[in-house]
């Protein structure tokens, strides 16, 4: 049990890694969650620093959700010799991650919403299906010009893209349900936005 407890809390505190607060403080001087959505992911940083800056943070989100989910994962299931395959390892790593990036206790417990660490995890358990929701994703921008709307609608999909691959993984279905469950708990100001004519598009 000590390798899976010591990669769980491994992938929290990389998850907790608050690379929007920290670029935007290093760049500006400010507290991220100050300013526009409030939010510390790529999206609110793109709207205080410019695209790039936007990019790098998102990139770095990911890899936090992908790196230790593909890495550790494997490393606790041999070293603890656990009952379990890797793919659910994977994902309880993941969600670990996820928990950090959106409650980092680098930050008070207030940090983005999980899509970019999301992300990455969902690409270290099925590349398909990440590629096929980031489709999604770009479309629905073009669509909407909304990336909170955008963001959902991809969650959403994931589910459907997992059952209609013919996954019999009961451990990737749970988590294919839960996924967007908690991407559209943690936009529920966005989702009050939109509702009120307030969110913002891009452009």
């Not at 935007?24 to 992911?41: A, E, N, T, W």
């Not at 010009?145 to 997992?162: D, E, H, L, Q």
């Amino acid at each position: 049990m000590i390798p899976f407890a010591a990669g769980c809390i491994a992938c929290y505190l990389i998850g907790s890694i608050p690379t929007g607060i920290l670029v935007v403080r290093l760049l500006k001087g400010v507290d991220i969650r100050q300013l526009g959505s409030g939010s510390s992911g790529a999206t609110n940083v793109t709207r205080a620093l410019g695209l790039k800056y936007g990019i790098l943070v998102l990139m770095i989100d990911t890899a936090k959700g992908f790196l230790p989910t593909f890495f550790l994962a494997p490393w606790a299931v041999q070293s603890w010799q656990s009952p379990l395959s890797v793919v659910p390892v994977k994902i309880i790593f993941g969600l670990f991650a996820i928990a950090g990036h959106i409650w980092t206790i680098f930050g008070h417990f207030r940090g983005g919403k999980g899509v970019g660490t999301a992300a990455g995890v969902i690409l270290a358990i099925s590349p398909i299906s990440t590629l096929v929701c980031l489709a999604i994703w770009g479309i629905t921008v073009g669509i909407t010009r909304y990336v909170s709307v955008a963001s959902m609608v991809a969650a959403i999909s994931f589910p459907v893209v997992v059952l209609s691959s013919g996954s019999s993984d009961q451990s990737l279905q749970f988590f294919s349900i839960l996924l967007p469950i908690l991407i559209i708990f943690t936009h529920r100001k966005n989702i009050w936005r939109l509702l009120k004519g307030g969110e913002h598009k891009i452009g």
